[in-house]
């Protein structure tokens, strides 16, 4: 019996090691820049979020340096929506979370218009119902609007 408890633990090092060696990516990350805007448009850009069995929930925060705000909006396949506009006078940045299950997803980001371009990173991604919750490796998102 003690031989086995020690085999398991070291199996559980091993492993653990190996976990924190590796390059996992365990969020979607872009940078992007949105486009020049006027009295008329706010310019969107739009990804496409494809979360597998066992999502919980969907995540996406936002953040610049350049504008005074940005927003990021999570909307579920039947439209349903969270959103989270992030200020450059705060100093954490809010992240939209919407409860979710497997499905198509769509993330967008836009900002208030203004006569110049804005970069912006976002991070995104299908999380599982864990405590606290892991997001799910490899990347599900792709970029499908870029204004």
């Known amino acids: 019996m003690k031989a086995a ?3 398991i633990v070291t199996v559980m090092v091993c492993a ?3 976990l924190i060696n590796s390059p996992l990516t365990l969020a ?3 940078a992007g820049t949105l486009g ?3 009295v ?3 310019p969107t850009d739009v990804y496409a979020l494809t979360c597998p069995i066992g999502t919980a929930s969907v995540r996406a925060r936002a953040t610049t340096t350049q504008a005074d705000q940005i927003v990021v909006q999570v909307i579920n396949p039947n439209g349903l929506a969270r959103t989270a506009v992030s200020l450059l006078t705060t100093r954490a940045t ?3 979370v919407l409860a979710g299950r497997a499905g198509n997803y769509l993330v967008t980001v836009h900002k208030s218009p203004t006569i110049s371009p804005v970069s912006y990173n976002i991070t995104l991604d299908c999380f599982n119902a864990s405590i606290p919750a892991v997001a ?3 990347n599900q998102s792709l970029l ?3 204004q």
């Open 94 to 96: 809010p992240t939209a």
């Open 36 to 38: 020049t805007g006027n």
């Open 144 to 146: 499908v609007q870029d």
């Open 40 to 42: 008329n448009i706010e």
């Open 28 to 30: 979607d990350n872009f």
């Open 5 to 7: 408890t020690s085999r």
């Open 16 to 18: 653990s090691g190996a």
């Open 136 to 138: 799910f490796l490899n």
